[in-house]
């Protein structure tokens, strides 16, 4: 039989006061199991008519204000926050039978992050983010290979291709997140996080 935590919870749940802490824990379980993109999430937003949209991005770093993901500012997603900052995120592991949502609200990270992961990326993924009208309609694909080329040319030093100002990071800072272990006969088990208005956080168990 597994061993259960305080609240009676599979182990796996731990007892940390903190989401951000258990988050870590599972977040290191998925980069065993998952065998592509362990960091990989749907992120569901909304635009100024409430009309919602759903996507895949990367996690590209997480700490106790938020988690982390870039993209082209003028792609939909970025309108979209743009519009209305509140979304959510959605990890599932199918390895793990796990699943973590986590809500709250999205503002832009600083130029200074912004540079510095930027610096990390491959050429080919510099170039792309100054080649790709991200998210506008595309003639054909010789288009957008033109553009490549273009840029290229443009950048040829690999190790000295700035950063477009069209081209940051997003950081949604939670309100609620929530741990999700599946069970035998749908009988789920779900913990629940969330920020009381002194800024501390709160757990709940939630029925599957």
Known sequence: MNQKNNLGLDNCFSDLENPI?????????????????????SLATSDKKGIPSVRMVLLK???????????????????????NPNASMCFHWKSLL???????????????????????R??????????????????NREELFESIEKYKEKYPNENNVPRPIHWSGWNLKPTEIEFWLDGEDRIHQRLKYFKKENDEWNKVLLNP
Do not use: H
Not at 61 to 83: A, C, E, H, P, R
Not at 98 to 120: L, N, P
């Open 98 to 120: 796990r699943q973590i949502r986590i809500m709250g609200k999205i503002s832009k990270v600083s130029d200074i992050e912004a540079d510095e992961y930027y610096k990390t």
């Open 61 to 83: 770093d997480f700490n106790n204000d938020g988690f982390v993901f870039y993209t082209n500012l003028n792609s939909k997603k970025s309108d979209d926050i743009k519009s």
């Open 122 to 139: 491959k050429y080919g993924s510099k170039i792309g983010a100054w080649a790709s009208n991200q998210s506008k309609i595309l003639t």
């Open 21 to 41: 802490e258990l988050f870590s824990e599972w977040f290191k379980e998925a980069k065993k199991t998952e065998i592509n993109d362990p960091n990989a999430l």
